[in-house]
């Protein structure tokens, strides 16, 4: 879970990283936004440097910037720990130069794609030591838009193109994630998930994060059940895990086949 803190009520950025921690999230989400890749502003690295003591979770800075060659060592100075960059954005030579940067300061480097952005043929070369792929599902500039459909099948190729490729990092799903979309776009591959609005939408932060784990807690077992019923192994399975799987039976329908696990 990676909540993006441009979402809800204006700013208060402290505030929602703390809260955001306290519910045990795993990244926090820095929507960097300058006004000219995207029609829209936000915070640039100096903010990011300030809010740095805020928290020891890592920050997954998303750059919807021009030009990011000219500003990645501000973000690297800033202590992000994912920086991720457009395609849109920069040359293959620049982004070379980018991921190199990155990794010289152990920082993992992203790349984050467009709904109509396919992923760059140059990019594959660089794919071994690449750590996430953003998979955009709205068009950057705003938090709180509607997730785009078309963008499921796109990532299940996406996922594909780039697993074929050498690809070992995670697939982060940005825009419009909540607790309808999240798990089509875990089916579909992705594995970080980046909620804004249904984060801090609401003035419960509690009941949304707890929420949106379950929904990836139940696509995670779905998945588990299937693998172990593939593997001829399901009976045992499900009575290895059964106090996990309780509370998701309903869900995956399973609760006469539990109920009967002595
Ligand atoms: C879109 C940003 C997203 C967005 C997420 O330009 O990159 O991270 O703010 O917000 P929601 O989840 O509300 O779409
Ligand atoms: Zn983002």
Redesign the pocket.
Known sequence: MSP?I??GEKENYEDKIKKAEREGVELI?L?VMDGRF?PNSTFLADTIKKLRPVTTLPFDA?L?IEKPIDHIDEYIDARCDIITVHAEACTEKEFAVIQERCLAAGISPGIAINPKTDVPKWLYPYLPDLDIVIV?S?N??????KFIPETLPKMVAVNKELREHGFKGYIEA????DATTLQPVYDAGARIF?????VYGNSDIHSAVIHLRHKAAVTLEKRLLEHSTKLGIRADWMKARKNILIPYASELAIEEELNAIK
């Open positions: 993006s441009i979402a989400h929507d995207v998303h919807m955009m709205v950057p500039g705003f938090a709180g838009q940005d825009g419009g994630i980046v909620a804004g609005s249904a």
